[in-house]
């Protein structure tokens, strides 16, 4: 069993950055893929990021591309989703992922049902 513990989320205006973390506890989170996703009120959620378990493979949703970043260190179990330029429609419960088993794909990576383990979110907000 693996928990995920999602940290990092918070209040900043619009343009500003903030660095999400996700720390794993019951299993080393080295042969796992992640990924993280959000929700905003009244929609479902969406994926935003992925990463492979080696660190060798990412994946981004279009809308995030070129101001998000997804990295992890397997020596501290952690895996971490960088965000710069933030907007008012980044605003939304976070939430990060691990999957145990299957070949990730741009297919894979976005579908929730891949993900066998969830955390219980951080919110992050963004003013205009």
């Known amino acids: 069993q693996v928990q995920l513990g999602e940290s990092g989320g918070g209040l900043v205006q619009a343009g500003g950055s903030l660095r999400l973390s996700c720390a794993a506890s019951g299993r080393t989170l080295s042969s796992y893929a992640m990924g993280w996703f959000r929700q905003a009120p009244g929609k479902e959620r969406e994926f935003v990021a992925a990463i492979s378990w080696s660190g060798g493979s990412t994946y981004y949703a279009n809308s995030v591309k070129g101001r998000f970043t997804i990295s992890r260190d397997n020596a501290k179990n952690t895996v971490y989703l960088q965000m710069n330029s933030l907007k008012p429609e980044d605003t939304a419960v976070y939430y990060c992922?691990?999957?145990?088993?299957?070949?990730?794909?741009?297919?894979?990576?976005?579908?929730?049902?891949?993900?066998?383990?969830w955390g219980q979110g951080t919110q992050v907000t963004v003013s205009s």
């Open positions: 992922a691990a999957a145990r088993t299957g070949v990730d794909t741009m297919l894979t990576v976005t579908s929730t049902a891949w993900y066998d383990y």
